[in-house]
């Protein structure tokens, strides 16, 4: 018998993170470590199971997840949106409840360039009048 895997991509500032679903028993694995040591904040972990939590299939899904790019905050909303998104593909009934609370849109927000003549983004160079 074949198993359902489900594959989904979520992105975040600039993290991408795969994200494998499988049935089984609510066990995670983020680049081959346990989602525990691989994200060792307590917030983290909490906004990266909200899909689950919410569709009340934290024990029903086994995930094997690889991300990279970006920092650790960004790895975690790539890792939720990822796995919004392949919940949405393993059961389209759950997709208007993940939708009305923002999962399965992409979060756009990223970085602002630095400008020319500026010292960063907004900053500007200390002004001296003499």
């Known amino acids: 018998m074949?198993?359902?895997i489900y594959w989904s991509?979520?992105?975040r500032k600039k993290a991408v993170?795969?994200?494998k679903l499988f049935s089984g028993s609510g066990v995670f694995s983020v680049n081959k470590e346990p989602l525990e040591k691989y994200f060792p904040i307590e917030t983290?972990?909490?906004l990266i199971k909200q899909p689950l939590l919410l569709t009340k299939s934290i024990d029903k899904y086994d995930?094997?997840?690889?991300?990279?790019?970006?920092?650790?905050?960004?790895?975690?909303g790539a890792v939720?949106?990822?796995?919004?998104r392949a919940l949405v593909e393993a059961d389209t009934g759950l997709k208007q409840t993940l939708r009305s609370l923002g999962f399965v849109t992409r979060d756009s927000r990223m970085k602002e360039r630095k400008k020319y003549g500026q010292k960063g983004a907004?900053?500007?160079f200390q002004f001296t009048k003499r």
């Not at 094997?64 to 960004?74: A, C, E, L, T």
């Open 17 to 19: 993170a795969r994200v």
């Open 63 to 76: 995930m094997i997840i690889n991300v990279k790019g970006g920092g650790i905050s960004g790895q975690a």
């Open 2 to 4: 074949a198993e359902n």
């Open 122 to 124: 907004r900053r500007k």
């Open 44 to 46: 983290l972990r909490t």
């Open 9 to 11: 991509t979520g992105r």
């Open 80 to 84: 939720r949106h990822g796995i919004a």
